[in-house]
């Protein structure tokens, strides 16, 4: 048998387990600040306040969780054809080059209207180009794509400091950054949504974006589940050996789930670059590409669970923002270990607790779990 | 009868809800050969490993020599005096034979005594056995005969005074489990006491003392070699009499739907797998490939279904060539009507996570029935899926079920009716019952044979002489890459063994 | 300055900028080769940095700043084992776990516990590992050619760096001449072959990680205890990443990986000594492309452009006894 553990109902694999892991996670983190010499359940109040206590929090969340919606489905497309490309950081950076040069060339030109679509496609197309040479070297040359995307998140960083302190960078500027954008190259906010409900807003950089994020959740949940496409990923994903007695082209499959995967993390630089900061700067990306792995491994690969994911950790992000302000013994670094813990226990120790549900399952109703046992004997 | 080396005493196991080993008892005399039969999933590998530590029983208790003995490890095991020639050999491939010989047997923290050491005894082992082999040699190296020969003097050389031997000849050629046969001989004449774990009744005939027969995790009957037949074992193993032969008409056939002429095929390291193979299938007839395991069948299948490339040499399908350089993929060869049920259906010809219904389309996920533009169409695909099942009667009747719910000879039936269902002109089956349950592999040949009849040309690999013999109309050899003869389906098992092994053709004849 | 003087200057950084690779890259070895993917060596050295640079001024000892190095990047070492040995969770994603815990904690605590964000404070000269003057090397330092080979090159180290080279054949010793070494390389290669002959997979690949964070508290005790005088925010860089690149380039193996780590070294020194500088018929090197020509380098090598490297057989795979 492929798996060493029997059968839970869906909604224990999909919702229980995933949020026994997160309890896990955060009670861990809870001791480091005990650690630091900080009450846990007081810091717990002002992250959940910070995020979702007022409209403006609540904005900041949705700002960042549109990134991460962005770097989850990435993560979690390329993990549908079996590859772990650990890449989408440099892709979502070589991605900010695409959306640079439209706006550079655009902005004064074009409404944001006509920029936005072709900065999308710039974006996607860098971020695939990206993803295509990790994917070609894998599937031509048998190269791991996790160490040669690493490889090229390393090589990204020093095009991208080679064109921002270069090519990019206006005459006279000494900061390693783009101009900033014109009108053209400004997304709208939707901030207004939130005020809808009530909320007052300052300022926040909740945009348009946002709705692009959710469009891709749809896209890709169609492309996965209910293409042609998405099954022979899907199929490669479980089972190399059976894509190929499928008829199906191992390097075709492998360069073209990279290449979503590629686009989907370069759309991702839309985002900080259009929405909030108007400009392309160095470092713009700053850790997106890995909280991407951390929210397709929270999501379970799937659009649904990414979004949520994502907002959970936009939530982080801007109460961590939040708890740094009030516990200056808390920086956003705490964000880090809680998106590490998160990686550790619903990635690598996704099982721990597995068998002990079991258990409780089984003594809780025998019978749901005696097939399931069957066909974990089989030998 | 002398005393006994080993002696289980009401063993139980269970897998969850599976009982693999039920009340065993079961007694092996020293320096004998004690030979354990039964199917596939009958609980000898899974007996055998409580006793060589892998598993602990849930009750019961195993004595060694007459004194009762725990064994939670298998250093527990070594210790007591048993050792265990795995049926997939336990072996570091870049390591050389001594390496692999002292590994877990040091003599102390530094390699230099032990390497020293194991080679005087290795010489001394050669001397004592026949057991001769290349103590520098690296495993990778080594042809698979000699591999074995490594793990039986691993086994030796710490000290192993029983030895367990699980399905040894599975990977041998005739002449190469001969040799297997005189060496273990000549260990018992030395005094050591040996179990020999197989499905091969000839072999248990040839060299066993006694045999104990299992089925369904319970030993059924133990019987001293020279009182029982081959066919009182069989009946034993399967619980009722066995029709070997399976009721099929006369051939009729037609003209030649495949053919292959000087194929030639090579592995990654360059090796020659199939070597110059030329022979045709006609439209009504099933040509059967019997062969050990290992010498070019599974190349040959995945050669002409399109998933290796070969190297030279042609296929033809209905007259028309196949690229042979990878070009054509398996795809574009179905669309020919040419489909395959391969040997692997866990990693290959299923994808055990999906749910059945997406299995029942893998392969033909470009069938314009399936799809709807560039989506799957899924009410078509679980309906088609719902056919097959009433069709095959594949239990659970349940089309949204994961594969890897399905027993053995279900998944069988999901592939199989993939296959026939797409109506293909030619069919090739690798091992189609290998690890199917009794009354699945009936209704398997029965479904081959239909597709015979109805003027399909079917193309048989299998390591089952038995299946072979009572399914095909004509039998090819092959041996070493190539076919080393063709014989009717009224070839004697003995005919078909020499040739397997690779005696020449005119040795054979005679 | 004239050429030779450059050279050895060149040379000199090389080694310095190679020890800390050389020491994450021998760690790396240590549990690839017995069958345990680690991409979190990035994480471990960083903890054994802060962990050695905040043991030492608290205690005001350089060696108890090495101890806690050593026993905190075990510590990571074994959360890595515990993840991918006990529960056989997926190595690399625990491998991205530790990188991320060891980033964000060395950080909060540092701040917590010295409040200069997230830095150690400075340490004093007897908190650290000084360079070890040779006997006589001041003396020939005058001698042309021999003398400041000697002097700079050979003489003027911290004992870790004398460690860190002294570890290669040692570890080429325990691979290939102990009984460890044998069953550590047959557990990367086929543990059900090491399970069978009465062994503990897991037991040994735990040893395995054990090593390996001994070296990993080794190379980030350099970095902060050595090379910088104290703990900074994220100071190992990709030095991990740089070193597991080592590790496949140098295809396993303790004497190729000195030489994979001192070129990557000299990559690093060349491209600071560079900066700027035009060269001949080139013209000015962009110090970014210098960055990331390990990087490239590493990924022509996986490419099988430059040999095959290939990695041991159980790596990656956790051990499931099979039925």
């Known amino acids: ?379 | ?510 | 300055m004239d050429f030779f003087n450059i050279v050895i200057q060149t040379l000199d950084s090389t080694i310095r900028l190679s020890v800390p690779l050389l020491l994450a890259c021998l760690a790396g070895l240590y549990s690839e080769r017995a069958g345990v993917f680690d991409i979190g060596l990035e994480g471990k050295m960083l903890v054994g940095a802060f962990a050695g640079a905040a043991a030492a001024s608290v205690f005001h000892s350089a060696f108890i700043g090495l101890g806690m190095a050593i026993l905190i990047s075990v510590a990571f070492a074994l959360v890595h084992g515990f993840a991918s040995i006990t529960h056989r969770g997926n190595q690399i994603v625990s491998g991205v776990a530790i990188n991320f815990i060891a980033a964000g904690s060395t950080v909060i605590l540092g701040q917590a516990w010295f409040s200069q964000g997230g830095r150690t404070p400075a340490l004093a000269p007897n908190e650290r590992f000084e360079a070890i003057i040779f006997p006589g090397a001041n003396a020939l330092r005058g001698v042309p050619i021999v003398g400041p080979i000697y002097a700079e090159l050979i003489s003027g180290h911290s004992v870790l760096v004398y460690l860190a080279f002294l570890a290669v054949p040692f570890t080429w010793w325990v691979l290939f001449r102990t009984r460890f070494g044998l069953r550590l390389r047959a557990v990367g290669e086929n543990p059900a072959a090491v399970d069978t002959a009465g062994i503990s997979v897991a037991w040994l690949r735990y040893r395995a990680l054990i090593c390996t964070g001994i070296l990993t508290g080794l190379a980030g005790a350099y970095l902060s205890m050595v090379q910088n005088g104290g703990f900074v925010k994220d100071m190992t860089a990709g030095k991990g990443y740089i070193a597991l690149a080592a590790l496949i380039f140098a295809k396993w193996k303790p004497v190729n990986a000195m030489f994979a780590c001192l070129l990557f070294g000299f990559l690093d020194a060349l491209a600071i000594r560079l900066q700027g500088t035009p060269l001949p018929l080139i013209g000015r090197v962009p110090v970014q492309f210098m960055q990331a020509l390990p990087y490239v380098l590493t990924v022509v090598l996986l490419a099988g452009f430059i040999g095959k490297a290939i990695p041991p057989r159980a790596g990656g795979v956790p051990y499931v006894k099979e039925r």
């Open chain 2, 1 to 510: 009868m002398a005393e006994a080396a080993i002696e289980l005493i009401g063993i139980n196991k269970s897998f969850g809800a599976v009982q693999a080993n039920r009340d065993i008892n079961l007694e092996v005399a020293r320096g004998t050969i004690h030979g354990i039969v039964g199917e596939n999933g009958a609980g000898k590998s899974t007996l055998m490993s409580i006793l060589y530590g892998f598993y602990q029983a849930d009750s019961g208790e195993i004595r060694v020599n007459g004194k009762p003995a725990t064994i939670k490890t298998s250093n527990d095991a070594i210790t007591a005096g048993i050792g265990m020639v795995h049926q997939h050999f336990m072996l570091v491939d870049n390591f050389t034979v001594l390496e692999n010989v002292i590994l877990g047997a040091e003599s102390n923290a530094l390699l230099k005594s032990s390497i020293a050491k194991a080679r005087s005894e290795l010489i001394r082992l050669e001397r004592e056995y026949g057991l001769q082999v290349n103590p520098d040699a690296l495993i990778e190296e080594l042809p698979v005969g000699l591999q074995q020969r490594v793990e039986i003097l691993k086994a030796l050389y710490r000290g192993a005074e029983i030895l367990i031997l699980d399905e040894p000849t599975g990977v041998l050629t005739p002449a190469e489990a001969d040799h297997l046969f005189r060496i273990l001989g000549q260990l018992k004449e030395q005094g050591k006491t040996i179990v020999l774990i197989t499905h091969k009744l000839r072999e248990i005939m040839a060299i066993t003392d006694s045999v104990s027969v299992m089925r369904q995790g319970t030993i059924v009957a133990t019987r001293e070699t020279k009182k029982t037949t081959v066919e009182e074992l069989a009946e034993l193993m399967v619980g009722r009499r066995v029709l070997l032969r399976v009721e099929k008409d006369a051939m009729q056939a037609e003209g030649v739907k495949l053919s292959v002429k000087n194929l030639t095929v090579k592995d990654l390291r360059g090796v020659t797998m199939v070597d110059d193979v030329s022979f045709d299938v006609r439209a009504g007839e099933i040509v059967g490939i019997a062969g050990v395991a290992g010498n070019g069948q599974s190349e040959l299948l995945e050669a002409i279904s399109g998933i290796r490339k070969a190297v030279s040499g042609s296929v033809t399908l209905d007259g028309k060539p196949i690229d042979l350089t990878g070009a054509a993929d398996p795809g574009e060869l179905r669309e020919r009507g040419l489909a395959h049920v391969p040997e692997d259906r866990h990693h290959v010809g299923l994808v055990l996570a999906f749910e059945e219904n997406e299995n029942s389309i893998l392969g033909y996920q470009d069938d314009e029935q399936y799809l709807k533009g560039p989506f799957l169409n899924i009410d078509a695909i679980q309906k088609d899926a719902r056919d097959k099942i009433e069709k095959y009667d594949i239990r659970p009747a349940n089309c949204r079920l994961k594969t890897a719910n399905f027993s053995g000879g279900n998944q069988q039936k999901i592939v199989l009716a993939r296959e026939i269902e797409q109506d293909p002109g030619v069919l090739i089956v690798g091992q189609p019952t290998r690890g199917v349950d009794v009354g699945a592999i009936e209704f398997i040949h029965k479904r081959l044979i239909a597709m015979r009849d109805a003027g399909k040309a079917v193309l048989l690999v299998s390591v089952e002489l038995d299946e072979i013999r009572s399914l095909s109309d004509r039998i090819l050899v092959m041996f070493a890459g190539r076919i080393v003869g063709e014989r009717g389906s009224d070839t004697t098992e003995g005919e078909l063994g020499l040739l397997m092994a690779g005696v020449e053709h005119k040795e054979a004849a005679e």
């Open chain 1, 1 to 379: 048998m492929s798996t060493p553990y029997a059968k839970l109902p869906g909604w224990a694999d999909y919702g229980l387990i995933p949020l026994i892991n997160l309890l896990v996670a955060f009670v861990v983190a809870g001791f480091v600040v005990l650690l630091v010499g900080e009450n846990p359940f007081r810091a717990a109040v002002i992250l959940v306040e910070g995020a979702f206590g007022r409209g403006q929090g609540i904005a900041f969340t949705l700002f960042y969780a549109t990134t991460f919606i962005f770097t989850g489905l990435s993560v979690a497309v390329a993990v549908h054809c079996g590859l772990f490309n650990i890449g989408t950081e440099g892709q979502a950076y070589i991605g900010g080059l695409g959306v640079a040069v439209v706006c550079l060339v655009f902005d004064s030109v074009t409404p944001w209207w006509i920029t936005f679509p072709i900065a999308i496609v710039a974006s996607a197309v860098m971020g695939a180009l990206w993803a295509l040479i990790p994917a070609y070297l894998q599937a031509k040359r048998g190269s791991h794509i996790v160490i040669t995307t690493i490889m090229f998140n390393f090589i990204a960083a020093s095009t991208m400091v080679f064109f921002l302190v270069g090519a990019l960078k206006p005459a006279g500027s000494q900061a390693p950054q783009t101009r900033n954008f014109l009108e053209g190259g400004q997304l709208p906010k939707l901030n207004w949504i939130i005020e809808l409900f009530g909320a007052k807003i300052r300022s926040a950089p909740f945009n348009v974006s946002f709705l692009l994020a959710l469009l891709m959740a749809w896209l890709v949940w169609l492309l996965i589940w209910r293409t042609k496409l998405g099954y022979e990923m899907r199929t490669y994903g479980h089972s190399p050996k059976a894509a190929k007695y499928a008829g199906i082209s191992e390097t075709r499959i492998i360069i073209i789930a990279m290449m979503i995967s590629g686009a989907l993390a370069g759309m991702m630089a839309l985002n900080p670059t259009m929405g909030d900061q108007h400009n392309v700067a160095i470092d713009f990306v700053s850790g997106a590409g890995y909280v991407g792995i951390a929210v397709a491994l929270m999501g379970r690969s799937h659009p649904v669970g990414i979004v949520l994911a994502a907002i959970l950790f936009g939530a982080l992000y801007q109460g961590g923002a939040e708890l740094a302000f009030e516990m200056p013994a808390i920086s956003r670094d705490m964000i880090v270990i809680i998106q590490g813990l998160v990686i550790l226990f619903a990635g690598a120790l996704e099982h721990m607790f597995r068998p002990y549900i079991q258990v409780l399952f089984a003594s809780v109703s025998p019978k749901s779990m005696g097939m399931a046992a069957a066909k974990g004997g089989g030998g």
